[in-house]
């Protein structure tokens, strides 16, 4: 297929929020009953100094640290479930949508419908996220055929920046003419890849699925927003990392070892990606010759409320009101990709045609993508 090159834009988002939510209070009675389990069942091995006593978390701690009081999840009874603590449920057989899917599927009718476009003007769809279900077919394909698209899809995988990535990608597309209409779908089960019983990291993230529909300016509904431009960045970095693969497939061992889980260290990511990112976002602005006043909203990604505050007052040379740097994190906590996308989809309704805003990722890789908006309506 190849089209007249187009410019660029945003025709809308759409978002699934899966109905259970965990609060901070649930969480930390559950971590906390597995810790007093455990050193109960390991007293004589903790006073003889064989093992050592696991340390109980706090709701104090949690929001503190992080911004979080609640996290959306889909498998709410399991993951609070003391002898559990992970999300379970029935593996599907073939002809049923996978849950990824489904849940991409969820939100990618939400932009559809927003945009008013009918899923057969669609030519492609990007599954970008930071976990996938299987390796193949691509759950981009799945939802594809379940939309009703002619067209291709495929998956593709930038771990928290996956959105970003998935955004400049579809807009070279329209670019090069390859593609009019781009849905880029982040389905983002979090939960699946939390470590549960790590008491550093057991509150960070939640479950969600956003869409983005990229188009052709000329067939973009009235309001739509202008993508002026978008930069993209990788740095190689062990400091968040998941060993789960293919060749090393669950196993007991496997299963249990927790480097096939998300892990990090949260400090050295805080000090090495603030600076990273903030200059990622002002760099940007300088080539677009954007001043930083000339700035009415930051959607980003919402990993943290500290780090966000520190990368936003450097972008913009104070501290950022809510209006200026909005936040999701203590309803959704951590939702990977799809985090800023959020922010963005329920944060900008309100904004003026010609103000400027700008969507920007951060994560594992390290990888950051920021994408400078101008709302048309
Ligand atoms: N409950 C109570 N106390 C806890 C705790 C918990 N769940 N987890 C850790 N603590 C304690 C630690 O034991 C430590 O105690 P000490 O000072 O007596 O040694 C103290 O709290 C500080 O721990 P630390 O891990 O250094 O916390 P932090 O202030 O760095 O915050 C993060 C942790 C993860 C919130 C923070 O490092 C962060 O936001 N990093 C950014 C990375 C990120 O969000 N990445 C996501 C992917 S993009």
Same mark, same amino acid.
């Given at each position: ?193 939390? $470590?549960?019983? /790590? &008491? ?17 300016? /000329? ?13 993209? +960045? ?13 060749? $090393? ?33 002002? /760099?940007?602005?300088? &080539?677009?010759? +954007? ?5 009415? &909203? ?10 966000? &505050? ?31 996308? +959020? ?35």
């Amino acid at each position: 297929m190849s089209q007249p090159a187009a410019k660029p834009v945003i025709s809308a988002t759409g978002l699934f929020t899966p109905p259970d939510s965990i609060s901070n209070e649930e969480l930390v009675a559950s971590f906390n009953t597995h810790v007093a389990r455990f050193n109960a069942a390991n007293a004589a091995a903790i006073d003889a100094g064989d093992v050592k006593a696991l340390e109980p978390s706090s709701v104090e701690f949690i929001e503190k640290a992080s911004g979080i009081k609640a996290r959306h999840v889909l498998a709410k009874a399991s993951i609070l479930d003391p002898d559990i603590m992970e999300p379970r449920w029935a593996e599907r057989p073939n002809e049923e949508v996978s849950v990824l899917a489904e849940i991409g599927i969820a939100a990618a009718r939400d932009a559809l419908a927003r945009a008013g476009r009918d899923a057969k003007d669609v030519d492609a769809v990007l599954c970008a996220c930071s976990n996938l279900q299987r390796p193949y077919p691509a759950i981009a394909v799945e939802i594809q055929d379940r939309l009703g698209m002619d067209g291709f899809g495929f998956d593709m995988n930038v771990a928290c920046s996956s959105a970003t990535f998935g955004i400049q990608t579809a807009a070279d597309m329209i670019r090069s003419g390859s593609a009019r209409s781009v849905l880029v779908v982040n389905p983002e089960i979090c939960s699946g890849h939390l $470590n549960w019983r /790590d &008491r550093d990291s057991h509150f960070i993230f939640g479950d969600v699925a956003t869409a983005i529909l990229v188009e052709a300016e /000329d067939m973009a509904p009235s309001t739509h927003w202008e993508i002026l431009g978008s930069k993209l +960045i990788t740095r190689f970095s062990n400091n968040i990392r998941n060993n789960f693969g293919f060749l $090393n497939r669950a196993t007991p061992e496997t299963r249990s070892a927790p480097d096939k889980l998300f892990i990090q260290q949260g400090r050295s990511v805080f000090k090495e990606v603030v600076p990273m990112v903030a200059a990622l976002i002002s /760099d940007e602005l300088a &080539r677009l010759e +954007i001043a930083p006043k000339g700035l009415r &909203r930051l959607w980003l990604h919402q990993a943290n409320a500290n780090m966000n &505050r520190l990368i936003a007052s450097k972008v913009l040379g104070h501290e950022a009101s809510a209006d200026e740097s909005p936040t999701v994190l203590d309803t959704y906590a951590n939702t990977s990709s799809a985090g800023s996308i +959020i922010a963005f989809h329920l944060n900008s309704d309100d904004l003026n045609a010609g103000d400027i805003g700008v969507i920007c990722s951060f994560g594992a890789g390290y990888s950051a993508g920021t994408v400078a908006l101008r709302k048309i309506a």
